[in-house]
């Protein structure tokens, strides 16, 4: 299911934080969200998920403007998973994750057949089956991420909206994270502070710098070294990875480009076709 993004314009607090962004997270995708800390990313998500309401412009879901659902038929189509992650559930991993199913029911409706088996097949994928009935909030940070991650592909969502899913994760659960999401290919749109995973998973990418959309396209055609430098403020080489050819990003740590702050970017980058690998 397609996500398209039009003339969007959030503000809160007297401030816009989101200026005009457009983009796209084609059906099937795995769409990229990357910038430095304030550009946007989060606010922009948080809008698609229907937690902020936009000054202008409209989130498509299949060409019907998101905020027009009722939010149950929302969150059949939409799951998200926020910064804002709740650690005081009293309650066991598995009723944790099977609160992914409550878009399905009626009230007071128990579980059924297949809200158990989308559960467990949940707190497989994650890795935490043995876990299933320990409590939510005697896990560490990681493993808390890992159930709320379960709890997002239980609601068998058209749609995952991933916000820094990555973080708290060790690197070996970061890389089977990463692979899981390319094996479902679910229209996945996902904000990633780590340039080198978004260039691995992502088949398209959207740059944000204060709040304006300033790059999109292919990882391979989006990250270089002069967007690196304007936007982010570092000196870096793109290679190509030596085990599966991605954008391989090499980073000068011993000085920042230039030395001072990244300058105001203006313009976008051409839209080029997604890659399929």
């Not at 412009?57 to 998200?80: M, N």
């Not at 011993?254 to 980058?269: I, N, W, Y």
């Amino acid at each position: 299911m397609r996500i398209d993004i039009e003339d969007l314009r959030v503000a809160y607090a007297g401030r816009t934080v989101v200026s005009g962004a457009r983009l796209v997270a084609a059906d099937g995708e795995i769409t990229g969200l990357v910038g430095p800390n304030g550009s946007g990313k989060s606010t922009l998500l948080r809008t698609v998920y229907r937690h902020l309401r936009p000054v202008a412009g409209r989130v498509l879901l299949a060409g019907t403007d998101i905020r027009e659902l009722a939010p149950a038929r929302a969150a059949r189509h939409v799951a998200a998973l926020p910064q804002e992650r709740g650690s005081d559930f009293e309650l066991t991993v598995r009723e944790v994750v099977a609160m992914g199913r409550t878009p399905y029911k009626r009230a007071f409706a128990g579980d059924d057949a297949t809200d158990r088996e989308l559960v467990e097949r949940a707190l497989r994928d994650v890795g935490m089956a043995t876990a299933a009935d320990r409590r939510f909030t005697a896990l560490s940070g990681g493993e808390r991420q890992r159930v709320l991650l379960a709890r997002a592909f239980a609601q068998n969502p058209d749609v995952l909206v991933l916000d820094e899913p990555t973080n708290h994760l060790d690197v070996r659960h970061q890389v089977e994270l990463l692979a899981l999401l390319r094996t479902r290919r679910r229209t996945t749109l996902v904000s990633l502070h780590d340039l080198n995973a978004a260039a691995s998973v992502c088949d398209r990418l959207h740059v944000l710098h204060a709040g304006t959309v300033v790059a999109s396209g292919p990882p391979r055609e989006v990250i270089t070294p002069e967007l690196l430098a304007e936007v982010f403020g570092v000196r870096a080489a793109v290679l190509e990875h030596p085990l599966t050819g991605d954008p391989l990003i090499a980073f000068d740590h011993t000085s920042p480009a230039d030395g001072d702050a990244p300058p105001p970017v203006t313009g976008t980058h051409a839209v080029g076709v997604p890659r399929t690998g």
